[in-house]
């Protein structure tokens, strides 16, 4: 093992692996602390029933989520960052992007060591970044939040689907052949849910539209790349 | 809505910040250990500097898309349940669907007439738990995930970032289908991110000036939004 090795899997990953486990359990344990408090002091109790019918009705909706998005999105955010971005959350929206943007930036490939690290400190970064703005927006109150204009509000609505485009175009680029399939996979998959023919399915099966895209996409570009390894084979 | 005076009260403010914290302290204890292992390994003070202004411009659009979604939330949830809930796990969308499964299971819809302090609690209940899967799953199970990718790649590194680039856009082909197929400004707003980003990748990898990666997914998300907003 080389000494880079070393540092990184010797000492770097048992530390983060340790400390990830920990946080995650101490967070979702501190999570729960304000609803106790509302119960145990300020006798806001609802019903048993009535807490496990709005959690089985979110967890009809998200329970495969759970398992599908931590799969997914593993490969591009490492394990620390697998960590950060399960206990903070808003990953489509924010974690995911600045981590791709932060590997950009300083040109590694998302999967290295180097690509781990650098996840790791754009989820970091977004969290800082995520909770200051919060906290002024929640400071200054609905209220104030009310009094701009709609047109901005409107505005600012399409930040998503401009930073869901514009991601995409950051991967796709360099790897044209995979964006085509990812997109063919993506559509048709997409198309058949609208159509009601995933139907078959249970639950929403909204989950089997970024099974197939992701997997489905991995899976033919692991395929194409084994072609292209044979043809160069050959050539050799 | 006598509740708000609770749900915006110090004790609530006090309990999401024991919360708030320990996402705080954990993505500063990884981000220093991540700055110190990654000079060890070899990663310039250069790159690492890039990487962190990147990062931190890249996160401005983002989080003030999150802070326009909070509007409803904040109205009926108060301040502190806001702050806490959108500083982890779950998102806007999220949120507001958790919480309008609570106030359903007290026979209330979420925000309307009959709102009091045992709905907004059963809304936080639904919320928190609702989401206790994802924490709880990568706390215990992320080392895993590292072998099953490595287990994907047959054992072979070289595949590696093949995979990542896969897994990255399959999931972000995913998110662009669902606006591309609703043919709305939403639609124009992710296609222009979309090209102004193409456009941004393939003069940043020509001409290697760093301002292209500090700033590309911003000036694509402005110019998508204002396209968007054009229409």
Known sequence: MSDNGKVFDGSYMPFIVRWGRLTNVLGFLAGLGPAIMLYVIFGFRPPFSAIMAGFIAQASVSGVFWFVEPISYFPIFGVPATYQAFLSGNIANMRLPVAAAAQEAAGVEPGSNEGTILSCIGVAISVFVNIAILTAAVALGAAVLKQLPPSVMRSLGFILPALFGAVFAQFAVPNPKIAGVAIVFASAMTFALRKGLLAFLPGNPVYAVIIVSVFGTIFVAKKMHEMEEKKKGAAA | ?231
């Not at chain 2, 292209?212 to 968007?228: F, S």
Request: glycine content about 12%.
């Open chain 2, 1 to 231: 809505m006598e509740y708000l005076k609770i749900a915006n009260g110090l004790p609530m403010w006090i309990a999401t910040g024991i919360a708030v914290s320990i996402v705080l302290f954990q993505s500063i204890l990884f981000m220093r250990k991540s700055m110190s292992c990654g000079r060890q390994i070899g990663i310039s003070d250069e790159t690492l500097k890039v990487a962190v202004k990147a990062s931190i411009i890249s996160s401005f659009g983002p989080a003030l898309a999150i802070v326009v979604g909070i509007v409803p939330l904040l109205v009926t949830m108060g301040g502190p349940t806001v702050w806490m809930r959108e500083s982890m796990i779950g998102s806007v969308t999220y949120e507001l669907m958790a919480a309008g499964f609570g106030t359903a299971a007290m026979g209330v819809t979420l925000g309307q007439a009959g709102m009091d302090g045992t709905t907004f609690a059963c809304a936080l209940w639904a919320m928190t738990l609702g989401s206790t899967g994802w924490v709880l799953f990568t706390a215990f199970f992320t080392p895993q995930l590292d072998k099953f990718r490595t287990l994907i790649a047959g054992g072979r590194k070289a595949l590696i970032p093949i995979i990542s680039a896969s897994a990255m856009l399959g999931a972000f082909a995913y998110l662009d289908a669902d606006r591309i197929l609703k043919f709305d400004a939403g639609t124009v707003a992710c296609l222009a991110g979309f090209a102004v980003m193409a456009a941004l990748v393939v003069y940043g990898r020509k001409s290697k000036a760093r301002w292209v990666g500090e700033w590309a997914l911003t000036i694509a998300m402005v110019v998508g939004m204002v396209a968007g907003a054009l229409v």
